[in-house]
């Protein structure tokens, strides 16, 4: 079993800039596909971006273009989400998660959560106006 801890969270004003990074607890962690979602209150998890296991490839949800840059290193068993130009809405708890591989050799890097298998505990983003 996969251990993640995220990492980075905070308050923040809009415009400014933050990175995440989520931890894990064992080197299979290179073996895994890994993803970023978030949670508002009241909303329902969203999709922020995914990364290949070697993290030459990247997917990231619709209205994430641009702004959110997803990252790996294997050798640190870290992976990392810059958001830049934060937005009042950006606010939420922000998850790391790790694929199903089953899912992945299948259907390649997925944006749905029941096709993540391990998550972490979340960080909080709070952007101010």
């Known amino acids: 079993q996969v251990q993640l801890v995220e990492s980075g969270g905070g308050l923040v004003q809009a415009g400014g800039s933050l990175e995440l990074s989520c931890a894990a607890s064992?080197?299979?962690?290179?073996?895994?596909?890994m993803g970023w979602f978030r949670q508002a209150p009241g909303k329902e998890r969203e999709f922020v971006a995914a990364?290949?296991?070697?993290?030459?490839?990247?997917y990231y949800g619709d209205s994430m273009l641009g702004r959110f840059t997803i990252s790996r290193d294997n050798t640190k068993n870290t992976m990392t989400l810059r958001i830049n130009s934060l937005k009042p809405e950006d606010t939420a708890v922000y998850y790391c998660?790790?694929?199903?591989?089953?899912?992945?050799?299948?259907?390649?890097?997925?944006?749905?959560?029941?096709?993540?298998?391990?998550w972490g505990q979340g960080t909080q983003v709070t952007v101010s106006s």
């Open positions: 998660a790790v694929q199903s591989l089953d899912t992945y050799r299948t259907y390649g890097l997925r944006s749905e959560p029941d096709r993540y298998e391990y």
């Open positions: 064992q080197r299979t962690f290179a073996m895994y596909p």
């Open positions: 990364v290949s296991i070697s993290g030459d490839s990247a």
